[in-house]
């Protein structure tokens, strides 16, 4: 019989409840799995007795999920059971374990990056540029596994337009608004986002996550210039990313860049002076109820044209 008020724990019940826990909070494949080694062991045999502890670690390790999952820490709200005690039937514990599932790349320490040993990469370009000037850098894991950790636990890479300061001209003043306005963009396990800045975007690729990424650069945010005066409307940034591989062959490098793309016929003031500024963070998620099984994420300056 299934799981149900009244019933026997079955062996099969229990064991699908600890294949469905270990499948987010263990090795997991794909866009599931946590990399946790604190993995629930299944009843061997459907005469085997459903321990208390066996109960009580699988509740334990729901908490652990929901936990990490919720701002707040709020948990499952399911209570362990103590040696001795009689398990009674928990109506809620199906309900907590699909909630785990579908709030499996959510966390509520996001952005935690004293959690990564590199912290944050920053690329400087004093030199003026009249069309292009293009910025990229590589953030390295050591294996495909900790990548997928990185981003399945909740983590999070970004890419930053910012400028110490580029002046000396009306098109260079116009450009510097264009990276304060253009912010930082924030790239998650299956989304993306704005963060900071002002203004509208006119590419805003919110489906552009992780898993959404390939070896080739996919576009994920672009914003104008809103200065009409000296036509520099078609001036714009955007921001990139890739793989350094198709997820079918393991990738370990994710590549962010940046495009300042300066299209103006502005004969008198072409070229943009001062210096482009680009930063870049790996930003892992909290370690609260949850180990670093990510590893150390390595960045370093690809491009600097």
């Given at each position: 019989?299934?799981y149900?008020?009244?019933?026997?724990?079955?062996?099969?019940?229990?064991?699908?409840?600890?294949?469905?826990?270990n499948a987010i909070?263990g090795?997991?494949?794909?866009d599931?799995g946590?990399?946790?080694?604190?993995?629930?062991?299944?009843?061997?045999?459907?005469?085997?007795?459903v321990?208390?502890?066996?109960?009580?670690?699988?509740?334990?390790?729901i908490?652990?999920?929901r936990?990490?999952?919720?701002?707040?820490?709020?948990?499952?709200?399911?209570t362990?059971?103590?040696?001795?005690?009689?398990?009674?039937?928990l109506?809620?514990?199906s309900?907590?374990?699909?909630?785990?599932?579908?709030?499996?790349?959510?966390?509520?320490?996001?952005?935690?990056?004293a959690?990564?040993?590199?912290?944050?990469i920053?690329l400087?370009n004093a030199?003026?540029?009249?069309?292009?000037?293009t910025q990229?850098?590589?953030?390295?894991?050591?294996s495909y596994?900790?990548?997928?950790?990185?981003?399945?636990?909740?983590?999070?890479?970004t890419?930053?337009?910012?400028?110490?300061?580029?002046?000396?001209?009306?098109?260079?003043t116009?450009?510097?608004?264009?990276t304060?306005?253009?912010g930082?963009?924030?790239?998650?396990?299956?989304?993306?986002?704005?963060?900071g800045?002002?203004?509208?975007?006119?590419?805003?690729?919110?489906?552009?996550?992780?898993?959404d990424?390939t070896?080739?650069d996919t576009l994920?945010?672009?914003?104008?210039?809103?200065?009409?005066?000296?036509g520099?409307?078609?001036?714009y940034?955007?921001?990139?990313?890739?793989?350094?591989?198709a997820h079918?062959?393991?990738?370990?490098?994710?590549y962010?860049?940046?495009?300042?793309?300066?299209?103006?016929?502005?004969?008198?003031?072409?070229?943009?002076?001062?210096?482009?500024?680009?930063?870049?963070?790996?930003?892992?998620?909290?370690v609260?109820?949850?180990?670093?099984?990510w590893?150390?994420?390595?960045?370093?300056?690809?491009?600097?044209?």
């Amino acid at each position: 019989m299934t799981y149900a008020s009244g019933g026997l724990i079955q062996a099969t019940d229990y064991n699908g409840f600890v294949a469905s826990v270990n499948a987010i909070w263990g090795t997991g494949s794909s866009d599931s799995g946590y990399g946790q080694t604190t993995t629930l062991s299944t009843v061997t045999a459907a005469s085997s007795t459903v321990t208390a502890t066996q109960w009580s670690d699988l509740i334990a390790r729901i908490n652990s999920l929901r936990n990490h999952q919720t701002a707040g820490g709020l948990g499952s709200g399911i209570t362990q059971p103590s040696t001795g005690n009689t398990i009674t039937y928990l109506s809620s514990l199906s309900t907590q374990i699909s909630t785990a599932t579908s709030n499996k790349l959510l966390n509520a320490g996001d952005g935690n990056a004293a959690n990564n040993a590199s912290g944050t990469i920053t690329l400087s370009n004093a030199t003026g540029f009249t069309t292009t000037r293009t910025q990229e850098f590589s953030l390295t894991f050591l294996s495909y596994n900790q990548m997928r950790y990185f981003f399945n636990t909740g983590g999070a890479v970004t890419i930053t337009a910012l400028n110490s300061a580029l002046a000396g001209n009306t098109k260079s003043t116009d450009w510097d608004a264009v990276t304060v306005a253009f912010g930082t963009t924030k790239i998650f396990a299956q989304s993306s986002e704005k963060s900071g800045g002002s203004g509208t975007l006119n590419t805003n690729n919110t489906n552009a996550g992780f898993w959404d990424l390939t070896a080739t650069d996919t576009l994920v945010m672009r914003q104008y210039s809103t200065t009409a005066a000296g036509g520099y409307t078609s001036n714009y940034i955007s921001s990139f990313a890739r793989l350094n591989v198709a997820h079918a062959s393991s990738p370990t490098v994710i590549y962010l860049k940046i495009v300042f793309q300066d299209d103006a016929a502005d004969v008198t003031d072409d070229t943009v002076s001062g210096t482009a500024r680009t930063d870049v963070s790996a930003l892992p998620s909290g370690v609260t109820y949850i180990a670093n099984t990510w590893g150390t994420v390595v960045g370093a300056n690809t491009v600097n044209t």
